[in-house]
């Protein structure tokens, strides 16, 4: 009896065409997909998506706060890209996130008459410091005994996040805050300053030029191009003379402090003070970022946007009557479509009886 | 070869490098890395919980002298908690105010988020706006200061300005008397209390069940676990097993799902519910609720704004307002109980008596509020010691 079975098997080259256009097709079918979830809730799906879109990217506001949703993004994103390229699976960003907030904070809680000068570079330096060294917690059992940096980086995101729920409900807790879980204000000496009278700050700078600096290493530093060869083969790498244990640690500290940058950027720019619940998971959410953008630093700041786009969109449908639940149906199934046509590009489907007939398609 | 090879084939072709050296032994370890990956993400998927979507009803008519109001809440309205309580009084306000016209927006995060969201809302054209959580009180302030004529209201915070007014009810008198329920109930004398994070709110709630489980029954203490979570049906559920395999018989809560009742409800001991009715989660084991009802205050709240008299009060409803209440008693609780409850409540509505008379002991035995004092509201609202009985810490600053 001859079975069936499915194979995908890899094209040699992608066809140009398809990869542009499969990932429209993608998107069309993820919204085709929602607007029959959509239209089985009761609502009408074209309305809902004219303002998913409308009030994300279509109005100076909405603009502006998609900008402020995707700034943390892009710096997360960025700073697990650089892990993920040497194939380190640091899913820790969100707890180097908090430990750069936390960073961040201690210098203008400590010394809230500092300068501007000196108040705004000693937090960036004191917010990267910490989410950096948070990662090397992670770098040091991996490098000397292969710890597994999957399980290390997710559990240590759950202790940097617990730590800043103890400093605000502890020692950090503003004293003039009827003992609210809130640590005092920063004064405005810490606040990086913004862009008109929109909450988007400085941040954006940030991950623009950590961007373009990691595209340059990525393709034209002798670094860049180890991190790469260490991520195809240590084997290969080591018999090439790359330290990798040294490697492991840079690669893993920079990843952190860049995550810690979001983190600084997110209580300097953005909320004002220490608080629990700081990030609605953009450590999470910067994997999903780097994946689809294939590493590029480039491609990430553009991926950042439109899933900031996403999230902000998902908030505005709700005033339509569209439960938050469908809101988050709908960012999953873009996704899923998008993940699914990026496969599709790559490979074709082949269907094979077990004599090892083929039929291609 | 199904559907593993090409994601084999994708990862070495990825990596640029034909490797002939154990091959077999890579794709093991690729392997390893991409289950790990998986089982790691589907671990923090699960921690976001399941949500349930409900249909509201729209009214797409809006005549002009439709007033539009707006809520803002922290979890989905499904929560079977404290979100469901808002969503309950605004349903109730919505059916005794046919002019109004309502909108919500659910799950929302109190960090950068809530700013943004109240934003919109107020620009859509909403006169009045409830941000019904306390992380929401600087972005309520925030927006409140670019739009001076639309009316604010933050639950449970303590800044107000000139368009933002603060309300909170009076939780500490039901949950006395759910104390004295559960304390007449439990044969352990060990109650459990699941709570969320240590904010004066829930300490006074936590001190005030203590007291009123002492009130008769002396000998039983009060075990705190802190889940540092307000909505997640596992971490509260496990947290409840915890406390009965502690030895623990009856369990309370501060937490916005019905998971510790569920939690007592297998294991065949009680509960002690929170925020709404939770009997209909586990029938079994509710004793009965302590619970919010919005309702009446929404709308009082709206016609004083339609009617100009609303003004930016710090509202602390009491019992007697109908604010805050215990909800029917379980077929459990024994008439002997249920007389002890309805005579406190008396005096309590009555305004005979309050909770925080002294005298009150705290957990090293010393006398905080002497023989004769009734705790000031300056100090309740800032509680931050447990009482005597209480077996749990609060974090030092």
Known sequence: MNRLTVKLEKRLTPSPVMAFIIPFISVILALLLGAIFLSLTGQKPLDVYATMFGETLGSKYGLTETMVKAIPLMLT????????????????????????????????????????YLMLPGMILLGMAAGGLWALLTALPRAIWKVNEIITSLMLNYVAILWVDYLVYG?????????????????????????????????????????????????YSRWGYSIKVIGSSERAA????????????????????ISGLAGMAEVSGIIGKLQ???????????????????LNPLTIIIVSVLFGALQVGGYSVQLMGVPAAVATMLQGAILFFVLGGDILTNYRVILASRKGEEVRH | MLLESWFC????????????????????????VLVTLLVSLLLIISGCGTKTAETKSQQPEA??????????????????????????????????????????VESVPEGADAERVITQLAEKGNKIIFTTSFGYMDP?????????????????????ADNVGTYFGRMYQPRYLTGIV????????????????????????????????????????VKVVWTNTWYDPVAEKDAGKSLLAAGADVLAQHQDTPGPMQAAQDAGKFGVGYDSDMSKMAPKAVLTSAVWNWGPFYVKTVKAVQDKTWKNDQYWGPMSDGIVDVSSFGPMVSEDTKKLVAESKAKILAKQWDVFTGPIKNQAGEVKVPAGQVMPDKDMLQFNWFVQGVDGTIPKS
């Open chain 2, 9 to 32: 084939t994708e990862i070495l072709e990825e990596n640029g490098i034909k490797e002939e050296e154990s091959l077999g032994m890579r794709l093991k370890h690729k392997w390893t």
């Open chain 1, 276 to 294: 629990h619940g700081l990030s609605p998971g953009y450590g999470y959410t910067a994997i999903i970022v780097a994946w689809l953008s294939k």
């Open chain 2, 182 to 221: 559960a304390g007449k109930q439990t044969k352990t004398n060990l109650i459990g209390y699941v709570a969320a994070f240590p904010t004066p709110e829930v300490v006074r709630g936590i001190n005030a069940f203590t007291l009123g489980v002492r009130s008769v029954n002396p000998e039983a203490k």
């Open chain 1, 77 to 116: 994103s960025l700073g697990v890209s650089l892990a993920f390229k040497m194939q380190l699976w640091n899913i820790g960003a969100e707890g180097q996130l908090y430990m750069g907030a936390f960073g961040a904070s201690w210098l203008p809680l400590t010394f809230p008459t500092l300068p501007i």
């Open chain 1, 171 to 219: 020692p950090w807790k503003d004293p003039k805050g009827s003992n609210f879980p809130l640590s005092a204000p920063f004064p405005d000496a810490a606040r990086l300053p913004g862009l008109g009278n929109s909450r988007i700050h400085a941040g954006l700078i940030f991950a623009v030029l950590l961007a373009i600096i990691l595209a340059v290493v990525f393709k």
């Open chain 2, 63 to 104: 005549s002009k002298e439709k007033i539009k109001v707006a809520f803002v809440y922290v979890g989905p309205v499904g929560d079977a908690g404290w979100s469901a309580s808002h969503d309950e009084g605004r349903k109730y306000m919505v059916e005794k105010m046919p002019n109004v016209e309502t909108s919500i």
């Open chain 2, 140 to 160: 309520t302030i925030n927006v409140a200061k670019k739009f001076p004529d639309v009316v604010f209201m933050h639950c449970s915070g303590y800044k107000t």
């Open chain 1, 238 to 257: 080591s018999y090439a003379g790359m330290n990798i244990k040294r490697n492991i640690f840079w690669v893993m500290f920079i990843s952190g402090a």
